[in-house]
């Protein structure tokens, strides 16, 4: 449905050029969910404005719902429907009357009971003559969506969807889009920087840095790969001298056996074990990222008993997006995006 090879797209200002996409590689199968995930200003939206044929690439390649995208642009915007992240309706303009004139502008056959079907849909409850200037961020953003979706396309292109969506409506939006895949076969190429989004509703993702496409797999392959599972333990501090000592027990003479030091023990005890990928200390908290967590974690106990370091507690977490994100540009999304 998408094949790109090699899109970019450079901006010049008067500060410089910004390369806002540097020359994405992308395939999405027909009946797909993929997710572009990256943080603010990574190219995600850059890089959707060049698939749907509002800007021009700077170099690269693309066919898009089997049209050449230089070639044919007004065949790939025959096949896709589009929400930009902006949205695109006329403020001035009733809702009731936009929805129509995307409709007919589609030729879409029944396009009372369609709009009607998909306000229904989105509870898109408002009266149809009301201009979007006077609806709220969350009816007009569900506009925008009804608007993308009116002619049924193959190939759709939702750019932050949900954003600024209640949850519930978020809930409706992600259900409609697989019910449009399960039923109808829709392609849809989403992009979020929505973790619990991506995760979710997508069954593959991109993840785009800084103009680049930095990984790329299932949700559940790229948290396998890329960051194993997490394992937190708590060290207690009981039969330690001076608990309630706080700074002062560093420097006492009985330091050896102090709260850092038993979390010292307990990292170089488990560095040696070969599911361990990395062991961080924090106080008393030790935290490691290992492969296979669940299978490995008994034989972890157990080699922290043979070294005597005391657990207060054990926790085991399946990786996040977040943690995706962090192992592969070492940086965490959500810092990223603020
Ligand atoms: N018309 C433009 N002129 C100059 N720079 C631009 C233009 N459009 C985008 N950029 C720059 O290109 C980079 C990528 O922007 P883009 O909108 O693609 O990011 P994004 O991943 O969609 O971010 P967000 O999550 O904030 O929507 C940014 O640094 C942005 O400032
Ligand atoms: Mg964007």
Request: neutral net charge.
């Amino acid at each position: 449905m998408i094949e790109a090879r090699g899109l970019a797209r450079s901006f010049t200002t008067r500060h410089g050029t910004v390369e806002a996409v540097r020359g994405v590689d992308l395939s999405v199968a027909a009946g797909e969910i993929v997710g572009f995930l990256g943080p603010n200003g990574a190219g995600k939206t850059t890089t959707v404005r060049m698939l749907t044929t509002l800007l021009a690439p700077t170099a690269g390649t693309a066919t898009v719902a089997g049209c050449d995208l230089r070639a044919d642009p007004a065949g790939v915007r025959r096949g896709i429907g589009h929400v930009a992240q902006g949205g695109g309706t006329d403020p001035s303009v009733p809702v009731g009357e936009e929805l129509d004139l995307q409709a007919r502008l589609h030729g879409v056959p029944d396009r009372r009971a369609r709009i009607a079907e998909l306000c229904e849909l989105l509870e898109l409850t408002v009266p149809a003559s009301r201009p979007s200037a006077a609806l709220s961020g969350g009816q007009r953003r569900r506009l925008d969506i009804a608007l993308g979706l009116v002619h049924r396309p193959r190939l759709l292109f939702l750019d932050e969807p949900t954003t600024g969506l209640d949850p519930q409506s978020r809930g409706n939006l992600w259900e409609h889009v697989r019910s449009m895949r399960d039923r109808d076969g829709t392609t849809v190429f989403l992009t979020t920087h929505y973790l619990d989004e991506a995760d979710a509703l997508c069954d593959r993702l991109l993840i785009i840095d800084r103009g680049g496409i930095v990984a790329r797999g299932t949700p559940a392959e790229l948290k396998r790969r890329v960051a194993g599972d997490v394992v937190t333990l708590e060290l207690s501090g009981a039969g330690e001298p001076g608990p309630a000592g706080g700074e002062g027990a560093a420097s006492s003479p009985a330091s050896a056996a102090s709260p850092a030091s038993a979390a010292e023990r307990a990292r170089s005890a488990l560095a040696r074990h070969p599911a361990v990928r990395e062991a961080t200390v924090t106080g008393r908290t030790v935290r490691l990222t290992v492969q296979d967590g669940e299978r490995e974690l008994m034989g972890l106990v157990r080699s922290l008993d043979a070294a005597g370091v005391v657990l207060a507690s054990v926790s085991l977490a399946r990786p996040t997006l977040d943690d995706v994100f962090l192992a592969v540009t070492g940086r965490s999304l959500r810092d990223a995006a603020a």
